[in-house]
C-alpha cells in the first residue's frame, strides 16, 4: 500500500472500520479540518449497519444491563426462543463476560447509564439535521413509535422505562386504550389490548445512511480502501505511526478504532484490551409487501420491531450471544418469522424476504467507548454502541471530532472511557 505524505495539524487520521460509525467519524473529521483515511476489511456498510430497522428515539436509549436479572434468568435465556438466546457451547467462553454485565444490573448503574446516553442523545436529532442540510442523502422519516402490548404488565414496564428516560419530557409517551391501539395500526392481530405511541422520533434505513455517507466521502476526496484488513500497529515510543494491513503499511498521525465488534482484537493490538463481544441480531427485509404498517411498531413481550421503508418492510429481533462470529441460527430466524406472524397481518412474514444477522458491538456496560485509549497518545476508539449504533452515530463521531481536533468534544465522555476497562 502506497504512503503518503502527512499533512499540518492532526494530519492523517486512520479510521479502521467503515461501518455508521467509522464513517460518521471521517464525515466530522473531515468536516472539522482532518485528512482521513478509511480502511474496511470488507465493503463500506457491509457489517453491523446493514440490516438494521433503526428507530432513532432517544427516549427509548437505555442501557441493556437491568435490575432484577440474576444468574438463573441467564440460564433461562439458552431458549433458542428467547428475545435474549445464550448460546450454551458459548457459555464457558462467555461467563466472565456475563458475570461482568451482571455486577451492572443494578439501579444506580441503570440510572447512571441512562444520564449519560441522554448527554450524548441530547443533538441527535441536530447533528442529524446537519448531515442532512450538508448534503448527505438517505432515506429517514419523521415519526412516532407505536408499541403493543397484550399484557398490561409489559406494558406499564415499558412505559416506566420511557418516563425514566424522557424525564421532563415524558409526555412524549402516550397510553392507547385497544381501540386506539387498532386505530393506529390495523394489520395487528386480534390479542392486543394495551399501547403507547412515543413520539418525538425518527427512523432511517441504514444502508442508505451508510450509501450516503460512503457517497459524501467519496465526492470530498477522502481515501477509501474497501477490502483491505488491519492485522496490527507499527509505533514509536507511544505513538502509532502506521498501520499494518493485508496489503501494506500505512503511515498515519493518529488512529480511531471503529471497527464495530472486532475493534476489542484491535485495541488488544494498541495495548489496551476493552472487553467486547457480539450481541447478534436477526432480521428480515420483505420487498414490495402486500400490505404496510402506518408507523414503525414494536410488539412488546416478544421485543420484536418493524419498520416500513420505501417500497420494502424489515423486521428486526433478537438479542444473540454466541461470541464473534457471522453464523445464521436458521431457527432463530424461524422464531422471528413465526412470533411476526401471530403478531401482525403480514402474508409474506412466514418465508418471504430476505433474511440477515449482523454483530451488535456491546461492552458489560453497554455504553458507547468513545475518546482517546490511554496506551497511546494518538489512538482513538468509537465503538460498543449495542443497539443504538444508528441512534447515535452522528453525535458519538463529532464529539470524538471535537475532541481530537479542538480539545474539546462538546459533550462529557467520561462515561464513555475506555479507562473503565
Not at 435490575?67 to 433458542?80: E, I
Not at 436529532?125 to 429517514?140: K, L, N
Not at 484488513?229 to 507499527?234: L, M, S, V
Not at 424461524?334 to 418471504?352: F, H, N, T
Request: overall charge positive.
Amino acid at each position: 500500500m502506497a504512503r503518503h505524505p502527512r499533512s499540518g495539524g492532526l494530519g492523517r487520521v486512520g479510521i479502521v472500520g467503515g461501518g455508521v460509525i467509522g464513517l460518521c467519524t471521517a464525515y466530522y473529521l473531515k468536516k472539522l479540518g482532518a485528512d482521513p483515511v478509511l480502511i474496511e476489511s470488507s465493503t463500506l456498510g457491509s457489517g453491523c449497519s446493514l440490516g438494521n430497522g433503526v428507530w432513532v428515539v432517544p427516549s427509548l436509549a437505555t442501557p441493556l444491563p437491568a435490575p432484577g436479572l440474576t444468574l438463573k434468568s441467564l440460564t433461562w435465556m439458552r431458549r433458542r426462543d428467547s428475545p435474549l438466546y445464550i448460546k450454551p457451547s458459548a457459555l464457558p467462553m462467555l461467563a466472565p463476560w456475563l458475570m461482568r454485565f451482571r455486577t451492572f444490573c443494578n439501579d444506580s448503574d441503570q440510572k447512571r447509564g441512562i444520564a449519560a446516553l441522554a448527554a450524548l442523545n441530547a443533538v441527535t436529532m441536530e447533528r442529524y439535521d446537519e448531515v442532512a442540510a450538508d448534503g448527505v442523502s438517505f432515506e429517514c422519516y419523521e415519526s412516532g413509535l407505536l408499541m403493543a402490548f397484550r399484557e398490561s404488565d409489559r406494558a406499564a414496564a415499558a412505559q416506566k422505562e420511557v418516563k425514566l428516560v424522557a424525564g421532563a419530557r415524558a409526555a412524549a409517551c402516550r397510553e392507547l386504550d385497544e381501540t386506539e391501539l387498532y386505530e393506529h395500526e390495523p394489520m395487528l392481530r386480534p390479542g392486543f389490548r394495551f399501547g403507547l405511541f412515543v413520539g418525538g422520533g425518527r427512523y432511517v434505513r441504514p444502508e442508505s445512511l451508510t450509501a450516503g455517507l460512503a457517497s459524501s466521502l467519496r465526492a470530498s476526496g477522502v481515501e477509501i480502501h474497501e477490502g483491505v484488513t488491519a492485522t496490527g500497529f507499527r509505533s514509536e515510543r507511544d505513538r502509532v505511526t502506521a498501520i499494518v494491513t493485508s496489503k501494506g503499511d500505512l503511515d498515519v498521525d493518529a488512529v480511531v478504532l471503529a471497527a464495530g465488534a472486532h475493534t476489542g482484537t484491535l485495541s488488544r493490538m494498541a495495548g489496551w484490551p476493552i472487553p467486547l463481544t457480539a450481541g447478534k441480531g436477526y432480521s428480515v427485509t420483505i420487498e414490495q409487501p402486500t400490505t404496510q404498517l402506518r408507523q414503525p411498531l414494536y410488539l412488546g413481550g416478544v421485543k420484536i420491531g418493524l419498520s416500513p421503508f420505501n417500497g420494502t418492510l424489515r423486521f428486526v429481533g433478537t438479542m444473540e450471544l454466541s461470541g464473534i462470529n457471522r453464523r445464521m441460527d436458521a431457527a432463530r430466524i424461524r422464531s422471528l418469522r413465526r412470533q411476526v406472524s401471530l403478531a401482525v397481518d403480514i402474508p409474506e412474514a412466514s418465508e418471504g424476504g430476505r433474511a440477515w444477522v449482523g454483530m451488535r458491538p456491546i461492552v458489560p456496560d453497554s455504553l458507547p467507548v468513545i475518546g482517546k485509549l490511554p496506551s497511546r497518545e494518538n489512538a482513538y476508539v468509537n465503538t460498543g454502541h449495542q443497539m443504538l449504533g444508528i441512534t447515535l452515530a452522528p453525535s458519538s463521531a463529532c464529539a470524538l471530532a471535537g475532541l481530537m481536533l479542538e480539545g474539546k468534544a462538546g459533550v462529557g465522555l467520561e462515561a464513555f472511557s475506555a479507562r473503565r476497562f
